[in-house]
C-alpha cells in the first residue's frame, strides 16, 4: 500500500478543527491566528501561530490543541511555534467569522482605518440581538481581555463587543 504524502492544505483543513477557547464557534484559521505551515518531512510539520494578545491565556491550550490535530493526519512530531513578532489584529479575522461571532451573540469588531476608530465606528457598533446600531459603550473591559461592554437602546440589551484591535 503506497503511503500518501500530507499537503499543506489538509493540515489548513485539520486546523478548522481547532476553536478558540473562549469563543467555540469559531476556529483559528478563522480568526487569522496561524502565521505559517511548514511540512519538514513525512513525518514532521510547524505550525506558526500568532495570540490575538501576548498574554492570552488560551496559548497553551490552543498549542495543545492545534498539535492533536495535526498528530491525527499521521505525522510523528508536531512543533507548534508561538510567533509573537507578528502582531494579531482583528483585521485578520475571515469576514465569515465575523457573522459568526454575532450569530453567537457578540459584535463583531470594526474595520481599522490605519489602526484608528472613527467617532461613527465607536458610538455605531451593531447589536448582535436586533441589529440597531443604536448603542453605546458601556465599559472598556468585558469578560476576556479581547472583549468590552455595550448597551442597545433599541432592545434594551446589554452585549459584549469583540474589540477592534
Known amino acids: ?3 500518501q504524502e500530507i499537503t499543506e492544505q489538509q493540515i489548513w ?3 478548522e478543527n481547532v476553536k478558540d477557547p473562549e469563543i467555540p464557534v469559531i476556529s483559528i484559521v478563522d ?3 496561524i502565521t505559517g505551515i511548514e511540512i519538514r518531512d513525512s513525518n514532521s510539520a510547524q505550525v506558526t501561530m500568532t495570540p490575538t494578545f501576548v498574554g492570552c491565556p488560551a496559548i497553551d491550550v490552543i498549542k495543545k490543541n492545534i498539535r492533536e490535530e495535526i498528530l491525527k493526519l499521521g505525522f510523528e ?3 507548534v511555534k508561538v510567533d509573537f513578532e507578528t502582531q494579531w489584529t482583528s483585521d485578520r479575522m475571515k469576514p465569515s467569522a ?3 461571532l454575532e450569530k453567537f451573540g457578540l459584535a463583531p469588531p470594526v474595520m481599522l482605518n490605519d489602526g484608528e476608530l472613527t467617532e461613527e465606528q465607536l458610538n455605531k457598533v451593531r447589536c448582535p440581538h436586533c441589529h ?10 468585558g469578560s476576556t481581555l ?4 455595550r448597551f442597545c ?3 434594551k440589551q446589554g452585549f459584549e463587543q469583540f474589540k477592534p484591535i
Do not use: P, W, Y
Open 98 to 100: 465575523k457573522i459568526k
Open 31 to 33: 480568526m487569522g491566528m
Open 77 to 79: 512530531e508536531v512543533e
Open 132 to 141: 440597531s446600531t443604536d448603542t453605546t459603550l458601556r465599559s472598556a473591559f
Open 13 to 15: 483543513l485539520a486546523l
Open 153 to 155: 437602546f433599541s432592545c
Open 1 to 3: 500500500m503506497e503511503i
Open 146 to 149: 479581547c472583549r468590552a461592554i
